[in-house]
């Protein structure tokens, strides 16, 4: 799933024209590592939230259907729950994970068409030649921090220019450690919380929905074979 994972998370920023434009694009440009660089945060992610979600779903379950009967607001609020927490658990994970997947599509290393007032470039910037400068002798733009580009004013070259080879080869983040450990340096502890909300949003109807039909569907199917 991974690989479908990292188009979504691109087709959702707003670049690429469809998910096979995306593939092309990323096996063409940056390679087959880019479609499984988030694989370990991937699956350090889903292993917990898996054991938190089933986990809590089962004792809410015990705590407001004791009896075990089919009882559906009981089923989808004990979804609803365990949903919530294994998202609000697993967050910081999910945070590192979308990082991984969508960095090299907003690293502009030459700096090319991009009006980036009050940013700041980082001490251990990159520097790569743009187009315009490749043949003069050592005159470069230092790149920008990834992380403080603004999607409102961003214009990114990626995918449409060799710079985004190599923008690949001096991304900040390299692995799950060193991303959540870049995001606690710049952000602080409230980096770890970004898209909360918004998944919460997803993840409680999508839990509960998902364990009400299992739990409906099960005891039918004993009744039928009964």
């Not at 939230?49 to 809590?56: E, S």
């Not at 089962?58 to 989808?76: C, H, W, Y």
């Not at 290393?109 to 790569?128: E, H, T, Y």
Request: aromatic share 8%; hydrophobic share 40%.
């Amino acid at each position: 799933m991974t690989p479908l994972d990292v188009v979504k998370q691109r087709l959702q920023l707003g670049f690429y024209r469809g998910v096979f434009d995306c593939f092309q694009k990323v096996l063409k440009y940056e390679g087959v590592r880019a479609l499984f660089v988030s694989f370990p945060t991937t699956l350090l992610m889903n292993i917990p939230y898996g054991g938190v979600m089933v986990a809590a779903n089962e004792s809410f379950k015990t705590v407001l259907n004791p009896t075990g009967e089919r009882n559906i607001p009981a089923f989808f609020i004990s979804g609803a729950g365990a949903g919530a927490l294994a998202a609000l658990v697993t967050n910081p994970l999910d945070v590192a994970k979308t990082r991984l997947q969508t960095q090299c599509i907003l690293l502009n290393p030459a700096g090319v068409g991009l009006a980036l007032p009050n940013v700041k470039s980082s001490p251990a910037a990159a520097v790569v030649p743009t187009p315009a400068t490749a043949g003069m002798q050592g005159t470069a733009i230092p790149s920008p921090s990834p992380n403080k580009l603004g999607c409102d004013t961003l214009k990114c070259t990626a995918q449409q220019t060799k710079a985004t080879v190599e923008s690949c080869k001096v991304v900040r983040f390299q692995g799950l450690f060193e991303t959540l450990r870049e995001i606690l340096r710049e952000e602080g502890v409230r980096g770890f919380t970004r898209g909360l909300q918004p998944r919460l949003m997803s993840h409680i109807p999508s839990v509960a929905t998902t364990w009400t039909t299992y739990e409906v569907i099960k005891r039918l199917l004993v009744e039928y074979d009964s």
